[in-house]
């Protein structure tokens, strides 16, 4: 998944303190900001996971704001559910209930995993992890995979042909090398 960052913080220790509900104001926020958009939620417990701030109810309404995913510190849930909505989630691990988790701030840098997200980072998310994309890289992103991948296919046919040699690997690899640096 490929969006933009729309930020939360969440807590879902118990505290007798009544807090004020920020969920209309955060959806708000959520609505506004442009798409395609990622919800980025900072689990501020310690340890982070007590409680899930996504599940099929907030991965439903995420959606429809224009969010493709989720990416938190903390635990989701519903995984099956939110799978078949063709939501994205991304987390420590499922989490059984969403507990007494409530918004504490929203629309400010948050910290996962030592990493700060800000409002509005391109964000890209796959099976194999969560990387922020500088802005002023974005517009030549598509244009440098591709390069990339047109280098690297003649390793592969080579790899995969029936008359491997391996220093004509070496070869390939060292002139892909030389074009990459250019």
């Known amino acids: 998944m490929v969006g933009y960052a729309v930020t939360s913080q969440t807590r879902a220790t118990f505290s007798p303190e009544k807090a004020p509900d920020l969920t209309a104001e955060y959806l708000r926020y959520v609505a506004a900001a442009p798409g395609p958009k990622i919800a980025v939620g900072q689990d501020l417990d310690d340890p982070p996971g007590l409680g899930a701030q996504f599940g099929e109810v907030n991965a439903t309404i995420h959606k429809k704001l224009g969010c493709v995913g989720h990416i938190t510190d903390g635990c989701p849930r519903d995984l099956d559910e939110v799978h078949g909505l063709g939501f994205q989630l991304f987390g420590l691990n499922p989490c059984v209930s969403h ?36 802005l002023e890289c974005a517009a030549k992103l598509a244009e440098a995979c591709a390069e990339v991948e ?3 296919r003649p390793l592969l046919e080579h790899c995969r042909a029936e008359n491997f040699d391996l ?16």
Request: hydrophobic share 40%; net charge positive.
């Open 150 to 152: 047109r280098l690297e």
């Open 99 to 134: 507990a007494y988790v409530r918004l504490v701030d929203f629309g400010k840098p948050v910290q996962l995993a030592g990493v700060e997200v800000r409002p509005g980072d391109l964000i890209h998310a796959d099976k194999h992890g969560v990387c922020i994309i500088p």
């Open 167 to 182: 220093e004509e690997y070496i070869r390939l690899r060292s002139d892909m090398k030389v074009k990459i640096r250019e």
